[in-house]
């Protein structure tokens, strides 16, 4: 049974940092890809960062671009695990911050329906 498992969230100030991890078992990852998406009360679950199991490509939003950094364990590393440092957070970054795997097509990466592993989303709070 695979499973995504995310942990790191909380309460933080406004320029704050926080790391959250993603936990994956069940199957192996090493030819899918790794996300990071995040819904806001009243919004569409939206991409923020992914990266390549093999080869360590990554993608982020414009808007997260230069404060946050997606990496994952070592390829021969079997724990299989993702990790989002956020630093200098915003307000506006408060969100439910969801894990997701899968094998997004070229292009497609920050496309939510492009991934069919889901973990169960950790709240992130940023205040002003």
């Known amino acids: 049974q695979v499973q995504l498992v995310e942990s790191g969230g909380g309460l933080v100030q406004t320029g704050g940092s926080l790391r959250l991890s993603c936990a994956a078992s069940?199957?192996?990852?090493?030819?899918?890809?790794m996300a990071w998406f995040r819904q806001a009360p009243g919004k569409e679950r939206e991409f923020v960062a992914a990266?390549?199991?093999?080869?360590?490509?990554?993608?982020?939003?414009n808007s997260v671009k230069d404060r946050f950094t997606i990496s994952r364990d070592s390829a021969n590393n079997a724990k299989n695990t993702a990790y989002l440092q956020m630093n200098n957070l915003k307000p506006e970054d408060t969100a439910v911050y969801y894990c997701?795997?899968?094998?997004?097509?070229?292009?497609?990466?920050?496309?939510?329906?492009?991934?069919?592993?889901w973990g169960q989303g950790t709240q992130v709070t940023v205040s002003s």
């Open positions: 069940g199957r192996s990852f090493s030819s899918h890809t």
């Open positions: 990266i390549r199991w093999s080869g360590g490509t990554t993608y982020y939003a």
């Open positions: 997701a795997a899968g094998a997004p097509a070229p292009g497609r990466t920050w496309y939510r329906y492009e991934y069919n592993y």
